[in-house]
């Protein structure tokens, strides 16, 4: 039966037999269209309620095929809605175990009161009369019969049949049906259905109008519970609620017709008004997409006004809500104490035609009718995506409610004004989900200060970005717009503070991005780039004093992107602009100086979830421009090196005083990772890492170390929890420095003797995997023997490892350089090329890998391990021939990549 079958929960004891196109209008559901068993829904046993069942279809009106069905509901069609008086063959029935009388004056109150009710809800477009009447008809069918059996066997006996607008009403002396239901309903579309009831009572009004709710083409209106208490909730892959607490509470709605039984006949919610083409088509406003934030007058739902409800579609999840004020009027003028207020409800549920109440507080309620349904003056609904609906006032005649459809309103935003402090540093921006604009000052080695608070209520505009200088004051300024449009310069002082902000612009609303390029044109002055829907760029030159002089367009197809950053000079040329693209690919389109683009390459892959680009400044201090990004997990600065990014990154100069440079391990105690320098004089020096692929300050920590033919880090050798060095002197002599874990050394210990025939020594950590520091040797004969520490300083019987090694004229320590937790090697050719040779955690080694050429050029190389750049990747740092210190990152896979640092 396609959709229709998979839409219905048999938890409730719903059987689909058949079905017509009764149909009229496809409602996006608030689940994926569930199977026989929606997982999500779930009845609570004792609710007041009256069973459903779709019957077959009159003949001659069965759909055409289930294709058409299936494309009915997937696509929707305009709400023809009811129109006609359906003709009731009223019967009141005995059965053969009870005899008792059922009143017939009574039985046609009860329709004359669904006639009433009907005609109200679809402005005198649908009524219901008696047109034959059956008194005391006995049946054969008995008491302890089904209801599914008692209404057939009548419908048997009367010889009944279903044709368009015609329907059968039985009412039976029993005081409920089986299973304690309050009625039973069969509905066969065309408006047509029969309706079994018990004997009369305060329910009969309530359960008739419910089941011929059923025969409009409606389901039922249930509720949203979470244990979590939830307003809102999505859904997994597999339909499930992603909370798991929640779920739909079926009939849960009780302000609603297609709710719980109960005395009253509660106004049918706009969902289904909707739903189902009811009234005269003007009650409900539909305000489409929502978008920005605005404000809208609701009036009383039981009322007759014009426009007195709101529809809307939520941006992100495309799922439709209704807002309804509802007060004591008309068919709602039970509503004497609770359940007042703004009720919101959304399309769909456990079913496609049926609507889900999104209470205040969804945490399951007791007994059946819960008194919260309702959101009050002050209170916010915010859907799982992110929309929010503030009720601002409820009265007992108006209600005004808030729309906050802008996510970026919300989002977090991370730019660069250049240097906003006035200390010649580039620095970066955020606004904060909570409003805040917090400044992250630049510091010198690759770094950003600490975030200081310089603005709050920021969240008032969807759109945040930096300008080196608008109004020609000569310093950095920020330019912020609302969703309303309007476009407001924010001066900078110079001093990471702002000057009285002023409006600069209005209808800037059609926009989606905004981007301040800097000089795109070639004028000296700072420009803004913008991206329309329909994908085009338009320039926005700058006036020098903050305004804009007339626009030019850029170009179109720039919608493929779903994000644009300043490039200052990356990739070459002038200031240009940095383009993500769906599938991650970053794009440099670079500046010609002239106000258009020269071509755009590809600088990388991947960026997809790289969240806010920044780019346009030079926060390495190499004067090439750099790309700065910032997620949930941090800030990730990739350098550029004027063309794209940077292979290497150059960190230092003057290195070439030093006769020796390796890597220390943390040796200050910090967390991060530092090197040590030997001076041709003798001196050593801790260059203390900061972090972020830099050094803080320099340290002075010995003198006399000239004296030693090699020095190595070998790392905790004495097993006191600090690291150490271990050197060698000229008489083969092995001195062991412990350190104090802060910088200091403890009094050194002879540890060996005889180790002069070697002519490299490495200390790769725990290179055979016994948890305990070793130390490697090579001979000149090229063998490589380990020294398997003992974990208290000293060694263990010695294994040879390898041999001709000879063939490398550089041997050092990797770390874990392929990310497998074990201590590799790396080996330098005379031809310069650099070897990996992954260690195999139990002394030996894997299959060795080249990792590339020109490694010759470095006097001194030395592997940093995970921890200097900051983002857990390996790296490595050669001395050039010039004395600059450069730097390599590693893939943690045994590969390098192009430099990225963390500047926290």
Not at 359 to 376: C, E, I, K, V
Not at 547 to 569: E, H, K, M, N, Y
Not at 862 to 878: E, H, Y
């Amino acid at each position: 039966m396609g959709v229709l079958r998979r839409s219905i929960a048999l938890s409730t004891g719903l059987v689909v037999f058949a079905t017509g196109l009764f149909f009229v209008q496809a409602p996006a559901t608030a689940v994926p269209l569930p199977g026989p068993d929606n997982p999500n829904v779930q009845f609570v046993e004792g609710t007041p309620h009256s069973e459903h069942m779709f019957d077959t279809p009159p003949a001659g009106n069965a759909p055409k095929g289930q294709a058409d069905v299936d494309s009915l509901l997937r696509d929707g069609a305009a709400a023809a809605g009811p129109g006609g008086d359906i003709r009731v063959r009223l019967v009141t029935a005995t059965l053969a175990d009870n005899t008792n009388p059922v009143s017939m004056a009574e039985a046609e109150k009860a329709v004359a009161a669904t006639s009433k009710y009907w005609q109200a809800m679809t402005a005198n477009k649908l009524s219901m009369s008696v047109a034959s009447k059956v008194a005391g008809h006995p049946s054969k069918a008995k008491s302890t019969d089904s209801y599914s059996t008692i209404i057939s066997t009548i419908t048997s006996e009367l010889k009944w049949s279903a044709s368009p607008y015609t329907a059968l009403v039985i009412f039976i002396p029993t005081a409920t049906l089986s299973g304690n239901a309050l009625g039973a309903g069969y509905s066969s579309g065309s408006y047509s259905g029969r309706v079994l009831l018990p004997q009369i009572s305060n329910f009969s009004n309530n359960v008739m109008s419910h089941e011929f709710g059923h025969v409009i083409g409606m389901m039922h209106a249930d509720a949203l519970q979470c244990g979590s208490g939830a307003s809102d909730v999505g859904v997994n892959s597999n339909g499930q609620f992603t909370d798991s607490s929640c779920y739909i509470r079926e009939y849960g709605d009780t302000t609603d017709i297609m709710g719980a039984a109960q005395w009253n006949s509660p106004v049918i919610s706009s969902t289904f008004w909707d739903y189902g083409g009811l009234g005269r088509g003007d009650e409900i406003r539909d305000i489409g997409v929502a978008a920005g934030v605005k404000s809208y007058t609701l009036k009383p739902w039981g009322g007759t006004e014009a426009q007195r409800a709101i529809k809307f579609t939520d941006p992100v999840s495309r799922e439709v809500y209704y807002l309804e004020l509802r007060q004591p009027v008309g068919y709602d003028s039970y509503l004497s104490g609770g359940n007042k207020g703004v009720k919101i409800v959304q399309r769909g549920g456990a079913t496609i035609a049926s609507s889900l109440i999104l209470m205040p507080d969804t945490r399951p309620f007791s007994g059946w009718y819960s008194p919260n349904h309702a959101w009050q003056a002050g209170s916010t609904f915010t859907t799982y995506t992110g929309t929010m609906v503030t009720i601002n006032s409820v009265s007992a005649t108006s209600a005004t409610v808030t729309i906050n459809a802008d996510p970026k309103l919300k989002a977090r935003m991370s730019f660069s004004a250049g240097d906003f402090d006035g200390d010649k540093l580039p620095d970066v921006i955020s606004r904060e989900t909570d409003g805040s604009l917090l400044l992250f000052a630049g510091l010198p080695g690759n770094r950003l200060e600490d975030p200081v608070r310089i603005g709050s209520g920021w969240d008032i505009f969807n759109a945040v970005l930096g300008t080196s200088d608008v109004n020609g004051d000569g310093f950095a300024d920020i330019l912020a717009r609302s969703s309303d449009g309007a476009l407001w310069l924010y001066p900078g002082n110079g001093k990471g503070g702002f000057l009285s902000r002023t409006q600069v612009g209005v209808g800037w609303q059609g926009f989606t991005q905004l981007v301040t390029p800097g000089d795109f044109n070639g004028d000296g002055r700072n420009d803004v780039i913008a991206a329309d829907p329909d994908g085009v760029l338009w320039l926005y030159p700058g006036n020098g004093s903050g305004g804009f002089l007339a626009r030019t367009q850029l170009g179109q197809g720039w919608d493929v992107f779903t994000s644009l950053a300043p490039a200052g000079s990356f990739g070459g040329g002038s200031a240009g602009l940095l383009a993500r693209s769906a599938d991650g690919t970053l794009f440099a389109y670079p500046g010609d100086g002239k106000g258009g683009f020269l071509p755009r390459a590809a600088v990388g892959s991947g960026w997809n979830l790289a969240g806010s680009i920044i780019g346009g400044q030079d926060f390495t201090g190499d004067r090439n421009a750099d790309v700065l990004t910032v997620n949930g997990s941090g800030m990730s600065l990739y350098p550029g090196d004027g063309s794209g990014f940077a292979d290497r990154l150059a960190i230092g100069t003057g290195w070439n005083q030093f006769s020796q440079v390796w890597e220390a391990g943390d040796f200050d105690g910090d967390a991060v990772a530092d090197i040590l320098a030997r001076g041709t004089n003798g001196v050593l020096w801790l260059y203390p890492g900061n972090g972020s692929g830099g050094f803080l300050p320099r340290v002075q920590v010995g003198t006399g170390w000239n004296v030693f033919t090699a020095v190595v880090s070998a790392g905790d050798f004495d097993g006191d929890g600090h690291p150490d060095l271990v050197a060698r002197a000229s008489d083969g002599s092995l001195w062991l420095y412990p350190s104090d874990g802060k910088a200091q050394f403890l009094a050194r210990k002879q540890i060996g003797t005889g180790w002069q025939g070697f002519t490299q020594l490495l200390a790769p950590g725990d290179f055979n995997g016994d948890g305990k520091a070793d130390i490697v040797a090579q001979s000149a004969d090229g063998v490589l023997w380990l020294y398997p520490g003992n974990g208290a300083g000293g060694f263990l019987a010695r294994k040879q490892i390898g041999t001709g090694w000879d063939m490398f004229n550089l041997v050092l320590q990797a770390g874990d350089f392929t990310g497998d937790g074990k201590e590799d090697l790396l080996g330098r050719g005379s031809d310069g090329g650099l070897w990996l040779y992954p260690g195999n955690g139990n002394g030996g080694f894997l299959a060795r890998s080249y990792l590339g050429s020109g490694w010759n050029m470095f006097s001194s190389v030395a592997a940093l391990g995970d921890g200097f750049t900051g983002t857990g990747d390996p790296s490595v740092v050669g001395v050039a021939g010039d004395g600059t210190l450069l730097m390599y990152s590693g893939t943690g896979a045994g590969k390098f990549k192009p430099v990225m640092l963390n500047p926290r």
